[in-house]
């Protein structure tokens, strides 16, 4: 017995800063989706970890990885709704507790990844 969420958020918004580009995806966007776009648009740092299921929400749980590539690496923030608390909050990567296939977010489950 339990509560189940299936994520349906959509959205991803680019914001460049000279050659830095910061994405703000939320969390039921389909992963290889987004991928695909940013090695489309010529953003660097997610090609390795094409071909992974799932949605952007699930990557920070897991950590997810490939070819000695993490996506801890190119995470700055993770916003969460703390179903403990009802509130949302915003982890900074150093924050997030990440580790070979873990995070926080693993680990406190009442969190959940927007």
Known sequence: DGLVLHMATRGVSV???????????????PWDDLVASTV?????????????PGL????????VGAYGREVAQVI????VY??????????RRDECAFRYRTSRFKQEPWLVVL
């Open 56 to 63: 952007v929400g699930a990557t920070p749980i897991q950590n």
């Open 82 to 91: 703390d179903t403990r608390a009802h509130t949302t909050r915003t982890f």
């Open 40 to 52: 489309a648009e010529g953003f660097g740092g997610l090609e390795a970890l094409s071909g992974i």
């Open 15 to 29: 914001a460049r800063d000279g050659a830095e580009v910061v994405l703000d995806v939320a969390a039921g966007e």
């Open 76 to 79: 700055e923030a993770v916003e």
